[in-house]
């Protein structure tokens, strides 16, 4: 079901994403704000990452509890605590466990919705990931309006304009533009295909 990558390919995606000298961290929050549910705090250094921890790295500085409790204010200050104990982050996730199983599970623009509604917050955002989801705000905002309008535009059109579109991101690709150009497929869109087989709470 998923494609075999290249180290090669791979290993230039990741450092086209991720610089050298930088942080990563990601962080779920329960719904009801008790606790944190997960952290990982990664730095990258020579290709490679090269140190991991979780919160508790930075806990003295920012207390979970504290974080846990009003994370989307508190957020703010796990980025510089990073700064100084790690690297400067070039991307970090924060979200509520709820919104990332409705990100999995739910429809292909969840996410903008979630972060329209800051359930899901991307500070800092790298330029190549505000272009991934502008476009996919686009195709949400497209879609949505599709819906509304669907019976008042002909077959022949729709069809037209489902091939423009397929048309304009596989230029995209070809051009290099797109972040995942060098991997020969598309990330998002292979989960988009393959997410069925993935169930909330499976054990699989």
Avoid: C
């Avoid at 980025?79 to 990100?103: D, H, K, N, Q």
């Avoid at 429809?107 to 800092?124: A, G, H, K, N």
């Avoid at 002909?154 to 304009?168: H, L």
């Amino acid at each position: 079901m998923l494609p075999v990558v290249p180290f090669e390919p791979l290993q230039r995606t990741f450092d086209l994403l991720i610089p050298d000298g930088t942080a990563m961290a990601a962080y779920v929050v329960a719904d009801d704000g008790s606790r944190i549910d997960a952290s990982i705090i990664a730095t990258k250094s020579g290709g490679d990452i090269d140190r991991v921890a979780t919160h508790r790295a930075i806990e003295d500085v920012v207390p979970e509890r504290a974080l846990s409790r009003n994370w989307k204010a508190q957020y703010k200050r796990v980025l510089p605590a990073i700064e100084e104990r790690f690297a400067p982050p070039s991307v970090a996730l924060f979200m509520e466990r709820g919104a990332f199983y409705r990100v999995v599970t739910g429809p292909t623009d969840q996410l903008t919705r979630e972060l329209s509604t800051r359930r899901i917050i991307i500070e800092p955002t790298p330029a190549w990931l505000m272009g991934l989801l502008g476009g996919a705000a686009a195709v949400a905002v497209a879609t949505r309006g599709a819906r509304a309008l669907s019976r008042f535009v002909p077959k022949s059109a729709r069809r037209a304009a489902a091939g423009f579109a397929e048309a304009a991101q596989d230029r995209l690709r070809e051009s290099g533009a797109h972040p995942f150009s060098l991997l020969g497929f598309d990330p998002i869109e292979l989960w988009l295909r393959v997410r069925h087989v993935y169930r909330v709470g499976s054990t699989r």
